[in-house]
């Protein structure tokens, strides 16, 4: 691990261990307004967001998790229960700074187990105005102009299982996904709970990070 990306993760950890312990929702603007077909967060760009980007907009994350041994491409966990929110970090390689490729939001209260708390349902607004009551078929409608598709059901439980999904739900999950020109969207449906569990948003990216 070269010295630039060790300083990377050095100062992530440094901020996060200073901040851990305060309640993120007290430096939470009033109103979250998330640009589904950008991948924008109050106007912020997802594949701008930095750990630093993401603290200044948030406050200090509820909890963090980070590869016991950071590579290059390896990323952090910066998650915000209050605010139903979860960012995965990627070092890009060289000077620059981790920065998010993925984003879930949660609309259901969901327990985590690693943390020992719950993600609450996102309070802030998504375009369409998106809620947990929405169906698939409605999901289909209102997104039709980008041609909404359904992954394999094996595809979907692989999905529902990376980390805090495998703990959202009993039951199986349909997962409808929207390519968009560099950004996907998947939509999280619980069918046996009859309503939308999350909505994550992932960026494409060069370097992916290795497998837990």
Same mark, same amino acid.
């Given at each position: 691990?070269?010295?630039?990306?060790?300083?990377?993760?050095?100062?992530?950890?440094?901020?996060?261990?200073?901040?851990?312990?305060?309640?993120?929702?007290?430096?939470?603007?009033?109103?979250?307004?998330?640009?589904?077909?950008?991948?924008? +967060?109050?106007?912020?760009?997802?594949?701008?967001?930095?750990? *630093?980007? +993401?603290?200044?907009?948030?406050?200090?994350?509820?909890?963090?998790?980070?590869?016991? =041994?950071?590579?290059?491409?390896?990323?952090?966990?910066?998650?915000?229960?209050?605010?139903?929110?979860?960012?995965?970090?990627?070092?890009?390689?060289?000077?620059?700074?981790?920065?998010?490729?993925?984003?879930?939001?949660?609309?259901?209260?969901?327990?985590? *187990?690693?943390?020992? =708390?719950?993600?609450?349902?996102?309070?802030?607004?998504?375009?369409?105005?998106?809620?947990?009551?929405? =169906?698939?078929?409605?999901?289909?409608?209102?997104?039709?102009?980008?041609?909404?598709?359904?992954?394999?059901?094996?595809?979907?439980?692989?999905?529902?299982?990376?980390?805090?999904?495998?703990?959202?739900?009993?039951?199986?999950?349909?997962?409808?996904?929207?390519?968009?020109? *560099?950004?996907?969207?998947?939509?999280?449906?619980?069918?046996?709970?009859?309503?939308?569990?999350?909505?994550?948003?992932?960026?494409?990216? =060069?370097?992916?990070?290795?497998?837990?």
């Amino acid at each position: 691990m070269g010295i630039s990306t060790r300083a990377a993760w050095v100062s992530l950890g440094f901020w996060c261990l200073l901040g851990l312990g305060v309640p993120a929702e007290s430096a939470a603007p009033e109103a979250l307004i998330v640009n589904l077909y950008r991948g924008e +967060i109050n106007g912020t760009l997802l594949s701008a967001m930095t750990a *630093d980007i +993401i603290h200044s907009m948030l406050g200090p994350p509820s909890a963090i998790e980070t590869p016991e =041994t950071p590579q290059e491409g390896q990323g952090a966990y910066l998650q915000y229960h209050a605010l139903g929110l979860a960012f995965r970090m990627h070092q890009p390689g060289g000077q620059a700074p981790p920065q998010c490729w993925r984003v879930r939001i949660y609309l259901t209260k969901t327990w985590d *187990d690693k943390a020992g =708390t719950f993600f609450l349902p996102f309070p802030g607004r998504l375009s369409k105005q998106v809620r947990q009551d929405w =169906t698939p078929e409605r999901i289909e409608t209102e997104f039709r102009q980008w041609y909404p598709k359904s992954y394999p059901q094996a595809q979907a439980a692989e999905l529902v299982n990376d980390q805090q999904m495998a703990t959202a739900s009993q039951g199986e999950y349909r997962v409808l996904y929207l390519d968009l020109s *560099d950004l996907r969207v998947d939509f999280f449906y619980a069918q046996t709970e009859q309503r939308l569990h999350a909505i994550q948003l992932t960026l494409p990216r =060069t370097v992916k990070p290795a497998q837990r």
